[in-house]
């Protein structure tokens, strides 16, 4: 009963506080309104002929039949597009020397993936138009496909798109220097060639987008299943033509997005421009054949690494080339460079060595594009970093746990720089590892393992340390010449009852923002959070800015709503000073009140301040500013990217007879600064670790020679389920940015960073016994039966 009051126990204290979503009822009890649900009048729908052919000319197209069937109001090529659409180019300034071809709506002369949309049909139902699509012919003339990494690369390889010169879209290197000498003097060498194959984002929800242009105004409103409205606003308008304030794209409720829905795709723009045409809204909603055929793939790295340790198994250096496919295409407007770069610059961000040596090639497939997922990069270079490092320890006879702790950059090293480049504010990779070690027990879970092995049980134990980049500033795409927003804004007001109405533009794709930017809101106003309504997602009623991606809604989003309710504050306080006849620096607010400052004694109720300034205005002094509402813009500064850190554990069971793994336990320790709203983080790390899980045990793209995509069904492609996840036990450090009044980093993408990673230091962990060894995920049961030699 004495226990001293912690900041949770003052009033209206919720940051720190496990809130529930606002929304999550009201989307359990089916009453979400995604864009599947709105229903326009005189709306149209969309579908599409998809090319069968990985690289093929288009000869011929033959649309008679088609125009005949019933219902159909508009047949559109790509030549009817391109009259009304510029064309984009997926480069980025700043990665000297990027090329990649320019895109339209829909293609002309020529196909570069099987699944391209290569004619759209717009009809009064969805049936309609593709019983339509069936009947339209087209003549391809099929072209060797290029599919594999050095096919791409070889010389006198056929040309994907020969205005470029040859299929490398993006060449780089770093080299510190002296990384030959260091390797031939170095007491231990690990090395290993690491693949990583294609997944997706299999999101509930999948891509969806209405168009809706109306010519007498001209206006456009485009309703879409997107993160980034702000972004498409700026793409339509330039694209179309249109004016940017005649715009208007509206993110109603998104069911997921992972980053897919991140990026420009050739349906969305075709779905804009057969508005334009027609002067009727059109809907476009992929389905789940569509989807794993058109939807942004991911990864897709060949890496071919090696590390270089003292006698005593302190790491000196690494030496890394990473090939990464991209499709025929790099994504627009982010780029499917910007993976590859994180790839290659993430490498070791974890330990302290300052040798280091990389090359990056990106190269174009005759795939669909790669881009931009989860944890850009991250899960490669953690899991190569990780387990060359595993190597390391097995060379020198040391502990996992151990190794580790003699490489980790100490805790009180910051600032520090990587050898990349990388600037790090501040990171606890030390308490991090001493906190999963405990969490794990990991010494009794050693004992165990070497008890079961006496009986046949072959259990393996894997760890990973990770670097997260989230909260990225202007410098990243910015400087790039990409129109991305860098900075989020917020407008806060008080309505004359007392409540508070928070316009945002950071968006809510289903993992909590809008709650935890309530939060924020309602601690630095004194209100109850059921008092704070916020809104998200729509160029009309809120401000501009980035939203959502990269981790920025709490670090970017929460901080710009921590500013925009202190600016608002001190209106609110001035004006009842004038009220009160007091000064403003001794009153506060709490629980809807305004209060003395000092004994918290209520002074005025806000919505009788509200209701004074709002409609008797004229009982204040002349000159009285009685403005309750602000707007405010903020964009990170200091540091070009709030680095977070953390390390993950995975506990597996290996048969060795048929070559499955049950994943018995998963361990994360994350440090993503200040913790707004702890049930949210653990769900985002959840979630996060069970993506990670997921392309290290089942998710997987698999294509022909043909360039085929030959699973592309959920009957085919692995995703995890409930019953093959583990449980996940979570713990954190909280190291808090300087960079932000808020000091919240981001956390989003911390449990994909470094799962796959500690599964594979698990999975080879079981397999040492039998001299075994994969470099490869997934780790399917295929592999593993290879791995162990009885295949």
């Given amino acids: 009963m004495n226990a001293p009051l912690s900041p949770l126990d003052r009033p209206n204290s919720y940051i720190g506080r496990s809130v529930p979503r606002p929304n999550a009822k009201r989307l359990l009890a089916g009453r979400g309104r995604y864009v599947t649900d709105i229903v326009l009048p005189r709306m149209l729908h969309a579908a599409f002929v998809r090319s069968p052919y990985a690289h093929a000319r288009v000869v011929s197209i033959d649309t008679e039949a088609a125009k005949a069937m019933p219902g159909v109001r508009l047949i ?29 709506p829909l293609p002309i002369d020529k196909v570069v993936w099987s699944g391209q949309a290569v004619v759209a049909i717009v009809a009064d139902t969805r049936a309609l138009a593709e019983d339509a699509a069936e009947v339209v012919s087209i003549e391809f003339e099929e072209l060797e496909a290029i599919v594999d990494l050095d096919a791409a690369r070889a010389p006198g390889s056929p040309v994907i798109s020969p205005e470029l010169g040859d299929n490398v879209c993006f060449h780089a290197t770093i080299d510190t220097g002296g990384v030959d000498e260091i390797f031939a003097s170095a007491a231990h060498v690990v090395e290993g060639e690491f693949h990583f194959g294609r997944h997706t984002a299999v999101t509930m929800e999948p891509r969806a987008i209405i168009a809706d242009y109306d010519a007498s105004e001209p206006r456009l409103t485009v309703h879409h299943a997107t993160q980034t409205p702000y972004q498409f606003q700026d793409l339509y308008a330039r694209h179309y033509g249109i004016p940017e304030a005649c715009v208007r794209v509206i993110a109603p409720d998104i069911g997921g997005s992972f980053g897919m829905k991140l990026h420009v795709y050739h349906e969305d723009m075709a779905v804009v421009g057969i508005s334009i045409m027609l002067g009727r809204p059109v809907k476009y909603v992929a389905d789940r054949m569509e989807s794993f055929v058109s939807d942004i793939h991911a990864r897709d ?12 198994g302190m790491i000196v250096a690494m030496d890394v080339e990473d090939v990464t496919g991209i499709g025929a295409f790099s994504a627009y407007p982010r780029t499917s460079v910007v993976e590859g770069n994180q790839v290659f610059r993430l ?54 746990f151990d190794v580790r702790a003699q490489n980790l950059i100490p805790d009180d090293a910051y600032p520090c720089a990587s050898p990349t480049g990388y600037k790090f504010e501040a990171l606890s990779h030390h308490a991090c590892l001493a906190k999963l070690r405990s969490l794990m027990d990991y010494d009794r879970l050693r004992a165990e393992q070497v008890e079961l092995r006496a009986r046949g049980i072959h259990r393996g134990i894997g760890i990973a340390s990770f670097v997260e980049i989230t909260n990225p500033g202007p410098a990243f795409y910015g400087v790039g010449g990409a129109r991305i927003s860098a900075q989020d804004g917020a407008f806060l007001k008080i309505t004359p009852s007392g409540d508070v109405h928070c316009a945002i533009s950071v968006t809510e794709l289903g993992q909590g923002t809008e709650t935890i930017i309530g939060q924020i809101v309602a601690e630095h106003l004194g209100v109850d959070r059921a008092r704070v309504k916020v809104i998200t997602g729509d160029t009309e009623t809120t401000p501009h800015g980035g939203a959502t991606w990269a981790c920025r809604g709490a670090g970017i989003g929460g901080e710009t ?12 306080l001035s004006v009842a000073a004038v009220i009160l006849q007091e000064q403003p620096e001794r009153l506060d607010l709490q629980n809807g009140w305004v209060v003395d400052a000092a004994t918290a004694q209520p002074r005025i109720e806000l919505a009788e301040l509200a209701r004074i300034a709002y409609f008797r205005s004229d009982t204040l002094p002349p000159g009285t500013q009685a403005q309750l509402s602000v707007a405010h813009h903020y964009a990170p500064e200091g540091y070009p990217f709030a680095f977070t850190n953390g390390i993950q554990g995975c506990l597996v069971e290996l048969d060795a007879e048929t070559g499955f793994v049950r994943i018995l336990k998963h361990w994360v320790v994350e440090d993503c600064g200040r913790v ?6 653990d769900e985002q790390i959840r979630g996060g670790v069970v993506q990670g899980l997921g392309a290290a045990f089942f998710e997987e793209c ?8 030959i699973n592309g069904s959920l009957a085919d492609y692995l995703v995890p389920m409930a019953v093959e996840m583990p449980d996940i036990v979570i713990d954190h450090v909280e190291t808090l940015t300087m960079d ?27 397999l040492a016994p039998f001299g075994g060894s994969l470099a490869q995920v997934p780790m399917t049961p295929v592999r593993i039966l290879k791995a162990l030699g009885h295949i």
Avoid at 367 to 389: D, F, N, W
Avoid at 561 to 570: D, I, N, S, V
Avoid at 676 to 681: D, E
Avoid at 748 to 759: D, I, K, N, P, R
């Fill in 740 to 766: 932000t009044q808020l000091g919240a980093k981001g956390v989003g993408e911390a449990g994909t960073a470094a799962a796959s990673a500690a599964a594979l230091n698990a999975v080879n962990d079981a």
């Fill in 347 to 400: 490498m070791g961000a974890p330990y302290g060595f300052q040798n280091y040596r990389a090359d990056l090639q990106v190269v174009f497939q005759n795939k669909v594009q790669m881009s931009q997922y989860r944890a850009v990069g991250h899960p490669i270079a953690c899991t190569v970093t990780e387990r060359l490092v595993d190597l390391v320890a097995a060379r020198t006879s040391r502990d996992v």
């Fill in 76 to 104: 559109a090529t790509g030549e009817d597009l391109a009259r009304l659409c510029t064309p984009w180019v997926g480069t980025l300034d700043h990665f000297k020397g990027m090329k990649s071809p320019p895109q339209l």
């Fill in 702 to 709: 698999l294509y022909g020679d043909s360039g085929q995509l």
């Fill in 676 to 681: 707004i709203n702890p049930m949210l983080v």
């Fill in 561 to 572: 709503a921590l500013r925009t309710a202190r600016k608002l504050k001190a209106n609110v």
């Fill in 301 to 312: 790295h060949r890496v071919r690494a090696r590390m270089a340790a003292d006698a005593d």
